[in-house]
């Protein structure tokens, strides 16, 4: 099955600690994203990468890194510098120039 | 000008009745515009996109109705079923000088249809 996998799906975090969600596709989608969610809000860009071994920062980038070794891989960092990082965190990916973006399912991190 | 405003915020509708969101924006270089549907804990789905050089799209119950010179695009469920129950994203696409198309999303709306 093609599609785009997270883990996990849920986390919590102690504060002060840094964690790392993952995000997988096999879709051989060249473009990568990293959204955050929360109540009642749309969706939030924290970084993005177009190909591999670049990257490029979102609207909301403080406090988060990301790395884009592999095509099918685009980690993302949450570091003690985000103040408020509980959310629900969304990955995506597409083709490059293309609008159309397939999301996998989220990771729920709170923050104890 | 990046910014695309969605409404209502929230709606309740009946089983068999039409459920209307409506979202408006501003930037005339938005070239794409799909909706995306989204169930609790679950990431969201494409649902449908326009282009603008159309009016309407129909895929089965689901329309997008888009109007150009007024800078607005509507999504239309009619015969709304318990199973619509979802939030929904309007979004806009804009191609950028990296040759990416940033997508830029409304608020959501929680559709809520009462059996």
């Known amino acids: 099955d093609g599609g785009i996998t997270q883990s996990p799906k849920y986390l919590f975090r102690k504060e002060g600690q840094n964690v790392t969600l993952s995000c997988e596709q096999n879709l051989n989608h060249d473009a990568m994203y990293w959204y955050r969610q929360d109540p009642g809000q749309g969706l939030r860009l924290i970084y993005y990468?177009?190909?591999?071994?670049?990257?490029q920062k979102g609207d909301i980038a403080e406090g988060y890194s990301v790395s884009r070794e592999k095509k099918e891989s685009f980690p993302l960092t949450v570091t003690s510098a985000q103040k408020n990082p509980t959310a629900f965190y969304l990955c995506?990916?597409?083709?490059?120039?293309?609008?159309?973006?397939?999301f996998g399912p989220g990771t729920r991190l709170t923050v104890l | 000008q990046q910014q695309v405003k969605q409404s209502p915020q929230s709606l309740i509708v009946q089983k068999g009745g039409i459920s209307i969101i409506n979202c408006a924006y501003e930037n005339t270089a938005f070239d794409y515009f799909p909706w995306y549907q989204q169930f609790p804990g679950k990431g969201p789905a494409l649902l449908i996109a326009i282009r603008p050089d159309v009016s309407e799209k129909k895929e089965g119950r689901f329309t997008i109705s888009f109007n150009k010179s007024a800078k607005q695009f509507s999504l239309h469920i009619m015969d709304s079923q318990p199973g619509d129950s979802a939030t929904y994203f309007c979004a806009a696409a804009i191609p950028m000088d990296t040759g990416r198309r940033a997508l830029t999303f409304g608020s959501g709306t929680r559709l809520q249809v009462q059996p």
């Open positions: 995506a990916s597409s083709m490059t120039g293309e609008g159309e973006q397939f």
């Open positions: 990468s177009q190909i591999v071994n670049d990257f």
